[in-house]
Each structure stands twice: as C-alpha cells, then as structure tokens.
C-alpha cells in the first residue's frame, strides 16, 4: 500500500474513535508489530492481553505517539495521527499536527511517572494550567473534583514519595483525566503494584466504565478484570490480534490453538 | 633566617586587601552567575535536534577544557580586539573565566539531565506538553538537585581561579598583594593574608552549597 492508498479523513459513516490500518512497527529487523488492522469504537472498553513480547505496549505506545510506526496510517476520532494530509497525500505528520490530534488521547503507564517535584494536586493542575491554558483556579477544581473521584482528596498535598504505589496510580490517573482525553490507555497499571493494593486502582478503572463515556485501552495481565470490565478482549500473539471477542465467549470457548494455550498457561500460574 | 611577622604592616594592609577581596568576590560571583546560565545553555544546546550544533558545542567545551583558563583569558583580552572587540581588563576577565566554567558547568547539567528518569519525558508528551514546558517546569528543576553538589565544588574552584586575572591587571586579591609586596618589599604578611582569606571564605561556601541543597531537596519534594 502506498500512501495515496490512506484515506486523509475516515468518511463519517465508518469512523471509530481509534483505527489501526495496516500498521507495521519494527526495531531493526525485529518486527514488532506487523500489518496490523484494529479499530476501537467510540466509548468502547477493549482489553488487550498477549504472551511478553508480543507488542501490547508497542501499540499503546505507537497510538501515544511514543514510539514512531515504519508502515500504515493510525486515525484517531476520524483524523490521521501519524500522518497529515498535505496536496492531497498523507506525508508524515509533523509535531505541530501531532500535537494538535495528540490532545485526545491520555495514558497510564506502569511505573506512574508522577513529577516528583510536585504534590498530588500540582501534578493533576500542571497540563491544564501549561498546556490547555486553563486558570489556576479552574485547574484547581477540575483537578479537586478528579482527586474526590480516585479517591486521594485527602492526599492532595502530598509529594509521590510520600504515597504508596497504588496511591501514585489513582493520582496518575486523575492527572491523565484532568487533560479530558477521549480515549484512555492503560498500560499494566497494576502490574507494578503490592496484590493488596491492587484493587483501589481497579475500582477506580470500573468506575470510570460504569460513569463516563470514554474509549479505553487497557493492557493487563488480570484476566479476572478483563472479563468484568470489557466489552471486547484482544489477544495479541507476535504482533498481530490472533483472537478477539466479547470477554464472555474469549475466556470461555477460544477458537484458536494459541488463545488456548495462553489461557491454560494464565490460568495455572494463578 | 628569623621569622618575624610585623603586625603594623599587617594592619597597614589590611584595608586595601580587604578592598580587593570584594573585587575578587565580584569577578568570582558575576563569572559564576555567566557559568550558571551558559552552562545550562550548553547543555541544553546538545540536546536539540540538530546534530551540527551538538557537534559544534561539543568540540567547543572540548576545546575549553582542554586549554588553559590564563590562555583564554589572554586571548580574550589581547586577540579580542583584532576582531574589533575591545574589552576592559575587568569585563574580558570576567566574560573569559564566565565561559571557562560554563563548559565545566555544563557537564555537571549533562549528567543531571540525563539521569531524569526517561519515563518523565514520556509522561510529558503524553500530557501534550511543549518543549519548552517540558523542559522548564519538569525536567530542569528534578535535573538540578542532583547537580547542586557539582555546580557548588565549582564555585569554590572559580574563586581560586580568580587571580588568574591578574595576568591583565585586574585589580583582584592577588594581584593587590603582589603589588602591596613589591612596594614594601615584603611579601609574608601580603600573602599569608591572602591564603587566610581564600580559606575564610572558600569554608563557608562549602557548607553553604550543601545547605542549599538540602533546602532544594525538601522544597522539590525530593
Ligand atoms: N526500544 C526497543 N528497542 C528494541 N526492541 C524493543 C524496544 N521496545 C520493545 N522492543 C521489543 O519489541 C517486542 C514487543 O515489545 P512490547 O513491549 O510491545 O511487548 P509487550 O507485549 O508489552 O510485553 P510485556 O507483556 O512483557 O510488557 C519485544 O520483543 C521487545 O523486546
Ligand atoms: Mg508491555
């Protein structure tokens, strides 16, 4: 496929909040992401889970914008992220673009990467007030009523070396929200976690499900959380979905070999 | 040899000695300050996008500190003008030992940069941060905490380097001693006085460097 070949917009009757067409990612000669088609409707929960290595972090990270792509188009709310249109071709988006489209998507990652030199609340005010340009009172509000929401209103003046690990996440998380993303990505955010902890930081991802319409993306290795809360899981094996379902029919009745295994392997390291 | 240390003379002195501490404190503090500042941007200018520049700041520190502080200073001074720049001993002084240490200084900021943690820089684009707002309310202020005990050893280094400028005449400690030694033909009590002075104020700095960066510390959370 050459360029021409990528729509510069996805027509309105055909327009998830995210599309994946024909992506390829490799480092090197190592391909780790390969020709790989997936869309995600709008207000759509999808759960990605995948043997190590098998390139869910990649493509959250390539949706983020983190990592660059060697082939495809990725669209977001309709509008090419990776590309721009320029004289009727999409070329490669420069950041000024980037920017602009970036703004709707917002990430959580495993290790929370809270500013350090920040208290909860700054680290929620810091990209509205910076980077939406929004009053620091209505950061403040914005960002309060976040906190009341995970949970760590009353850490709010805490520094991230004073709250545990699954406190850090809650307020990674309300940080992310306070940018008003449409689509979230969520990469094993409880992985880095103690197993009794856990829990806060899920109730807060089953809260945001049941109250707000957002397009998630979460990569996770708790399969029990994965069947709750998604509307579609997708497995992922050597850079490509091998099997994707409803949690409900994935978990209980995998059609392909690989699914299976992954699965019975899952489930008896539990 | 009798050693006889005259204490009239030592009082005599004093006063000029004293007046010339404050000019080494003022060549020491400004060229510091040009250091703070050009330093950071030295570091900074390596870590853009262009390979040129990098390559070319790259072999400018190089070049620096694999010269001599009296050689720049020199240069500056005397060669400056063929190029239409005429400067005072003061200012060439001062600009000459300010870029000196702004290339020891922006090692220290280099390596205080690079051990920001890579996931802070994600985090920002992730957040749609700009660059420049990424740079000056996130990545500076966690690179400088641990640079403050780097930047501080280089504060006492600058001020022994100041009499260096006494090779072009500024009026500095050193060079008010040498000169108060030669008028009166004798040099124990100019120079001893020199040596108490550097010690009295090169102590204290020290420990005011580690106090700081304690304070910085618990203002940045860290
Ligand atoms: N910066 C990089 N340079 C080279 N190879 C990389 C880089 N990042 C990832 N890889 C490789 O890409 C492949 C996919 O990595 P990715 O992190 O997407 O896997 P994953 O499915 O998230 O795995 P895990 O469950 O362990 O997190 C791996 O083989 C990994 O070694
Ligand atoms: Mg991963």
Same mark, same amino acid.
């Not at chain 1, 050459?2 to 996805?10: A, F, I, K």
């Not at chain 1, 602009?100 to 917002?106: A, L």
């Not at chain 2, 009239?8 to 010339?20: H, S, V, Y």
């Not at chain 2, 070049?63 to 200073?73: D, E, K």
């Given at each position: 496929?050459? &360029?021409?070949?990528?729509?510069?917009?996805?027509?309105?009757?055909?327009?998830?909040?995210?599309?994946?067409?024909?992506?390829?990612?490799?480092?090197?000669?190592?391909?780790?992401?390969?020709?790989?088609?997936?869309?995600?409707?709008?207000?759509?929960m999808v759960t990605i889970i995948g043997p190590s290595?098998?390139?869910?972090?990649?493509?959250?990270?390539?949706?983020?914008?983190?990592?660059?792509?060697?082939?495809?188009?990725?669209?977001?709310?309709?509008?090419?992220?990776?590309?721009?249109?320029?004289?009727?071709?999409?070329?490669?988006?420069?950041?000024?673009?980037?920017?602009?489209? /970036?703004?709707?998507?917002?990430?959580?990652?495993?290790?929370?990467?809270?500013?350090?030199?920040?208290?909860?609340?700054? &680290?929620?005010?810091?990209?509205?007030?910076?980077?939406?340009?929004?009053?620091?009172?209505?950061?403040?509000?914005?960002?309060?009523?976040?906190?009341?929401?995970?949970?760590?209103?009353?850490? /709010?003046?805490?520094?991230?070396?004073?709250?545990?690990?699954?406190?850090?996440?809650?307020?990674?998380?309300?940080?992310?929200?306070?940018?008003?993303?449409?689509?979230?990505?969520?990469?094993?955010?409880?992985?880095?976690?103690?197993?009794?902890?856990?829990?806060?930081?899920?109730?807060?991802?089953?809260?945001?499900?049941?109250?707000?319409?957002?397009?998630?993306?979460?990569?996770?290795?708790?399969?029990?959380?994965?069947?709750?809360?998604?509307?579609?899981?997708?497995?992922?094996?050597?850079?490509?979905?091998?099997?994707?379902?409803?949690?409900?029919?994935?978990?209980?009745?995998?059609?392909?070999?690989?699914?299976?295994?992954?699965?019975?392997?899952?489930?008896?390291?539990? | 040899?009798?050693?006889?240390?005259?204490?009239?003379?030592?009082?005599?002195?004093?006063? *000029?000695? +004293?007046?010339?501490?404050?000019?080494?404190?003022?060549?020491?503090?400004?060229?510091?300050?040009?250091?703070?500042?050009?330093?950071?941007?030295?570091?900074?200018? *390596?870590?853009?996008?262009?390979?040129?520049?990098?390559?070319?700041?790259?072999?400018? @520190?190089?070049?620096?500190?694999?010269?001599?502080?009296?050689?720049? @200073?020199?240069?500056?001074?005397?060669?400056?003008?063929?190029?239409?720049?005429?400067?005072?001993?003061?200012?060439?002084?001062?600009?000459?030992?300010?870029?000196?240490?702004?290339?020891?200084?922006?090692?220290?900021?280099?390596?205080?940069?690079?051990?920001?943690?890579?996931?802070?820089?994600?985090?920002?684009?992730?957040?749609?941060?700009?660059?420049?707002?990424?740079?000056?309310?996130?990545?500076?202020? *966690?690179?400088?905490?641990?640079?403050?005990?780097?930047?501080?050893?280089? +504060?006492?280094?600058?001020?022994?380097?100041?009499?260096?400028?006494?090779?072009?005449?500024?009026?500095?400690?050193?060079?008010?001693?040498?000169?108060?030694?030669?008028?009166?033909?004798?040099?124990?009590?100019?120079f001893t006085l020199v040596g108490l002075i550097f010690?009295?104020?090169?102590?204290?700095?020290?420990?005011?460097?580690?106090?700081?960066?304690?304070?910085?510390?618990?203002?940045?959370?860290?």
């Amino acid at each position: 496929m050459s &360029n021409t070949d990528y729509p510069l917009e996805l027509p309105e009757h055909d327009r998830p909040m995210v599309r994946f067409m024909n992506v390829s990612k490799s480092y090197g000669r190592l391909n780790v992401i390969s020709h790989l088609d997936f869309d995600v409707a709008e207000g759509e929960m999808v759960t990605i889970i995948g043997p190590s290595g098998s390139g869910k972090t990649t493509v959250l990270r390539a949706l983020m914008t983190l990592e660059t792509i060697n082939g495809g188009v990725i669209y977001v709310d309709g509008k090419p992220l990776t590309h721009m249109p320029r004289d009727g071709v999409l070329v490669p988006a420069d950041e000024r673009y980037q920017r602009k489209i /970036r703004s709707s998507i917002g990430m959580c990652f495993q290790h929370f990467n809270l500013f350090p030199h920040m208290t909860a609340i700054q &680290n929620c005010m810091e990209g509205p007030v910076q980077v939406l340009g929004l009053s620091r009172k209505e950061a403040l509000e914005r960002s309060e009523e976040l906190l009341k929401m995970v949970g760590m209103i009353d850490k /709010r003046d805490q520094h991230p070396s004073r709250l545990s690990g699954g406190q850090q996440q809650r307020v990674a998380i309300a940080r992310a929200l306070a940018m008003r993303p449409k689509v979230m990505l969520f990469d094993e955010v409880t992985s880095a976690l103690d197993p009794e902890v856990i829990g806060e930081v899920t109730h807060v991802i089953r809260k945001l499900v049941a109250e707000h319409n957002l397009t998630m993306i979460m990569v996770t290795h708790q399969m029990g959380f994965a069947r709750d809360i998604s509307d579609r899981v997708c497995f992922f094996y050597g850079g490509s979905i091998e099997e994707q379902a409803p949690p409900q029919i994935l978990f209980t009745s995998p059609q392909r070999d690989r699914t299976k295994q992954f699965l019975s392997a899952v489930k008896e390291a539990v | 040899m009798t050693f006889n240390w005259r204490w009239d003379f030592t009082w005599e002195i004093l006063p *000029q000695l +004293l007046w010339a501490t404050l000019n080494t404190l003022i060549a020491a503090g400004v060229g510091y300050a040009i250091a703070l500042v050009g330093g950071l941007l030295l570091a900074l200018a *390596q870590r853009t996008k262009w390979p040129a520049l990098t390559f070319v700041v790259r072999e400018l @520190i190089e070049f620096i500190r694999s010269t001599p502080l009296v050689l720049q @200073i020199f240069f500056v001074f005397y060669v400056g003008p063929q190029f239409g720049i005429f400067l005072s001993p003061w200012v060439s002084g001062i600009f000459a030992i300010g870029l000196h240490y702004s290339a020891y200084l922006s090692e220290v900021y280099r390596a205080g940069l690079n051990s920001v943690a890579p996931g802070q820089w994600e985090v920002c684009r992730a957040l749609n941060m700009s660059p420049r707002v990424t740079y000056v309310r996130i990545i500076i202020p *966690q690179a400088l905490a641990p640079a403050v005990p780097g930047l501080g050893n280089y +504060l006492v280094g600058i001020l022994k380097d100041t009499p260096m400028l006494s090779v072009i005449g500024v009026m500095e400690l050193m060079h008010t001693a040498n000169a108060l030694g030669s008028e009166n033909y004798r040099y124990l009590e100019p120079f001893t006085l020199v040596g108490l002075i550097f010690l009295l104020i090169s102590l204290p700095t020290a420990g005011l460097v580690r106090m700081f960066e304690r304070r910085l510390r618990l203002r940045l959370g860290l």
